[in-house]
């Protein structure tokens, strides 16, 4: 079954269409990009699969029940999100942030509890930050705050995990931990939605890659034929020329068209 | 630094310290009675006169100093939870004086002889009226810095427009009658005092308490906390009809007593590792405790006229208030 499934979703803010006629399947198993120039509604998009912004047209299908007859604990449950920015209001410690990833399963009980703590240690560690679990959120640098937040999504052991932009204030380094971890989330058979700006970790991480702009996915398919030219010249405005490392293709961004 | 403490060592400590303080409080008064005949005076074995004295001043004065110390302190750190703001509290977001600002309508208009409902009634209606302008402000997402102004000059209407009744007042009883009682004070208040406040302040208090959970999840911003299955809407409504009935209650039957929200919960939230659910009990706990102490203290300083609780709370908090501004500042420097 398709874990999450768009089908001619539009989304109107204020009077304004912000999202029309999307249709996407997210599959199991794979990362899905979501990329497109600032504002292209791709943040939007998230939001509403979340059932965070209600739908002017069309419906989302969460394993194949309408996400509006889904109850909040038990969408909770199937949806992760991890949100932009990584910001925690309060310095509160590593291991008690990832542990609200398991707030759709606590209840009165607490016989589950020491069930509950090996399972957020279990996503601590496949995000490599046991090491910070003692310490305060405020003295981790970006890229450890990233990871946490990261295991924080994990914690919720959800079918479907929605990332916003998770690699924009990361150094290199970082980046390709925090995109590796989502592949290896990803082949543990989640289904990984990420938003992303970075055509090239699109190209190489991604299973699928769907372009948006104004509103519209423009194509949705593997990599090679969604990150072409051909496709990004009208989406972005740009060049790209195509280069060959390693047996793979990556688009690079090369000069602004007119 | 200040290392997190199991949740119930330091609740036990709290409830220890309130016990402590309630022994303290009723035994202290003008006339001395042993702590053994205080007690059989709370039962109503004890001499006629010392179960007047024990049941109708003493038992009052102690029971609202510890529901209105506690539902201050439990209200301070709800609101820093749903406001996201470590200086938000009753008194500084102007709860407490919309709250006043109510009850000094009633008093005004002399409404207060009518029934005794409609003075807690019209406090919890002003606090109300504040709480939900604050709330309606953050769902627009109003910054932090935004929310907090805002009170501040909710907060400032409120005492102008107290002011402005004062000023209309041709009975100079009232005004000398609303002046004290803006002052806040536990004295010579009795049990219907009580009976009438108490209920309104238990509900808030459930109310708050309850929205712990939410709170924690708001910890990361509204749409993970969403994300989470927290219903961040009916969270924001039970802090705020939380806070108004609790402060509104309080303030109707003590007058405005001000900073045990901002006090208690910064001084605890270290030992509860800064998660906002955890903060809740231990708050009202502190409260409680603090109130009680003021009250306490008021009792054993002997400076002519009998200081009024308000006045030393807000002695107390006010420079505590600046302090915790400088290290905010210094924080994001």
């Not at chain 1, 990261?150 to 924009?168: F, H, K, Q, S, T």
């Not at chain 1, 543990?188 to 970075?198: I, S």
């Not at chain 2, 003008?30 to 702590?35: D, K, L, R, V």
């Amino acid at each position: 079954m398709i874990p999450l499934h768009l089908k001619g979703v539009g989304v109107s803010l204020r009077g304004r269409a912000i999202l029309r006629d999307i249709t996407l399947a997210v599959q199991p198993g794979g990362i899905t990009a979501l990329v497109g120039p600032n504002g292209a509604g791709k943040s939007t998009l998230l939001r509403a699969s979340l059932g965070l912004v209600p739908l002017s047209s069309g419906e989302i299908l969460l394993q194949g029940r309408n996400l509006t007859a889904v109850p909040l604990r038990e969408r909770a449950r199937l949806l992760a999100y991890l949100a932009q920015g990584h910001h925690a209001i309060w310095p509160i410690r590593v291991r008690r942030l990832v542990g609200l990833g398991r707030l759709p399963y606590r209840g009165w009980s607490r016989r589950a509890a020491a069930m509950e703590d090996a399972l957020v240690e279990a996503a601590m560690a496949r995000c490599g930050v046991m090491g910070l679990a003692d310490r305060t959120i405020d003295t981790l640098s970006g890229g450890e705050k990233a990871r946490v937040m990261l295991a924080r999504a994990l914690a919720v052991g959800a079918e479907v995990l929605l990332v916003d932009e998770p690699i924009a204030a990361l150094d290199p380094r970082h980046q390709l931990e925090v995109m590796a971890q989502l592949r290896m989330i990803a082949r543990g058979g989640t289904a990984v939605v990420c938003v992303l700006h970075d055509l090239q970790m699109a190209a190489r991480f991604c299973d699928r890659v769907a372009v948006l702009a104004q509103g519209r996915i423009v194509v949705a398919g593997p990599p090679e034929t969604a990150l072409s030219p051909d496709v990004l010249r009208p989406t972005y405005g740009i060049e790209t020329v195509k280069i060959q490392i390693r047996g793979q293709q990556l688009p690079v961004a090369w000069e602004v068209t007119d | 630094m200040i290392r997190p403490v199991p949740q119930l060592a330091l609740n036990m400590a709290l409830l220890l310290t309130c016990c402590v303080l309630v022994v303290i409080s009723l035994v202290l008064g003008y006339t001395p009675i042993p702590a053994g005949e205080v007690l059989r005076g709370l039962a109503g074995l004890a001499d006629p006169k010392t179960v007047t004295i024990v049941q109708d001043l003493r038992l009052p004065r102690t029971a609202l100093a510890l529901l209105i110390g506690g539902s201050l302190g439990l209200s301070g750190a709800a609101l820093q939870g749903l406001l996201q703001n470590p200086l938000a509290e009753p008194g500084v977001v102007g709860v407490s004086s919309a709250a006043a600002f109510g009850a000094v309508l009633v008093i005004y208009f002399g409404l207060a002889a009518t029934s005794s409902w409609t003075l807690p009634l019209s406090g919890m209606a002003g606090a109300l009226a504040a709480t939900t302008i604050l709330w309606a402000l953050a769902v627009r997402g109003a910054a932090r810095l935004t929310l907090l102004l805002t009170g501040v000059a909710i907060g400032g209407l409120s005492i102008a427009l107290i002011s402005l009744v004062m000023n209309l007042s041709s009975n100079p009883w009232a005004i000398s009658e609303i002046a004290f009682w803006l002052m806040g004070s536990l004295k010579d208040r009795t049990l219907s005092d009580l009976g009438l406040a108490a209920p309104f302040i238990l509900i808030g208090c459930a109310m708050l308490i309850a929205s712990g959970g939410g709170l924690e999840a708001l910890t990361l911003g509204e749409d993970t906390a969403r994300s989470l299955g927290t219903p961040v809407n009916r969270v924001r409504m039970q802090v705020v009809l939380g806070t108004s009935l609790c402060v509104g209650a309080g303030v109707s039957v003590a007058g405005a007593v001000g900073f045990v929200g901002l006090i208690v919960p910064h001084l605890l939230r270290a030992f509860t590792d800064h998660a906002p659910a955890r903060l809740l009990l231990p708050s009202a706990l502190g409260g409680a405790a603090l109130l009680l102490t003021a009250d306490i203290a008021i009792r054993l300083i002997a400076v002519g006229p009998e200081l009024q609780l308000g006045v030393v709370t807000s002695l107390i908090g006010a420079p505590f208030f600046f302090a915790l501004i400088f290290r905010l500042q210094g924080e994001q420097a």
